[in-house]
């Protein structure tokens, strides 16, 4: 059993359109996080949750919107893709100051 | 603001020798969490090691430990009798509290055969 699954692992799209990607964890961890791994490698916070509520979201554009519709899910939904979107999105997960356990990632490659 | 730097892009080992990843961070927080992740060329991020910062002793986890100097704010991360497997970027990263993990820039590991 996938401890954090995210769905697509791939996602291939047209500028300007409207994208999202899901996230579920079954470990029982009270905090989601998604992470942008960018084309030299750099791990980057964008949102992290604690039990449904955001609790972090680092100066990420609007048009990026996370929903948390329980402690188990975190999607990301994206408006008006752009070039620079292109990346690794990772979503992870844990208890606390806890392991993060990291989802497969999927890679968004916006044309 | 945490901070945490990689300062090696890139390092080699050759099988069954012993290589060192260094790494070191800022914190203003006496309470935190340190870990090293592994990132093979599948893309998946796995826990190598993690150390608590109010613990003295480093943490080991089979052919990998760590040297973890907190006056120093050091964390780096031995492995020994390197692997084929071991090939990946690694990153290291710190936690405090919850909600946030700070990442370095990762180190590339080569290992030849």
């Given amino acids: ?111 | 603001a945490q901070t945490v730097t990689q300062s090696q892009p890139e390092m080699s080992v050759q099988e069954a020798e012993t290589v060192t990843l260094s790494c070191t961070y800022d914190t203003s927080e006496s309470d935190y969490y340190l870990f090293w992740y592994k990132q093979p060329p599948s893309r998946q991020m796995i826990l190598v090691i993690r150390q608590e910062a109010y613990k003295q002793q480093n943490a080991t986890e089979n052919r990998f430990s760590v040297n973890f100097q907190k006056a120093a704010k050091s964390f780096s991360l031995k492995i020994s009798d390197s692997q084929l497997g071991d090939a990946a970027m690694y990153f290291c990263a710190i936690a405090r509290g919850t909600y946030k993990y700070i990442f370095g820039t990762g180190t590339r590991l080569k290992v030849l055969a």
Avoid at chain 1, 13 to 19: E, H
Avoid at chain 1, 28 to 41: C, I, L, N, V
Avoid at chain 1, 102 to 107: A, D, L, R
């Fill in chain 1, 1 to 111: 059993d996938t401890a954090v699954s995210q769905t697509p692992k791939y996602l291939v799209t047209q500028m300007g359109n409207d994208k999202s990607i899901k996230c579920e964890q079954n470990l029982g961890h009270d905090t989601m996080y998604w992470y942008k791994q960018d084309s030299k490698k750099f791990l980057k916070i964008m949102f992290s949750y604690n039990n449904k509520e955001l609790i972090i979201n680092e100066t990420v554009p609007n048009r990026f919107s996370p929903k948390s519709p329980d402690k188990a899910h975190l999607n990301l939904h994206i408006n008006s893709l752009e070039l620079g979107d292109s990346a690794v999105y990772f979503c992870a997960s844990s208890q606390g100051a806890g392991v993060g356990i990291f989802g497969s990632g999927t890679q968004l490659s916006v044309l």
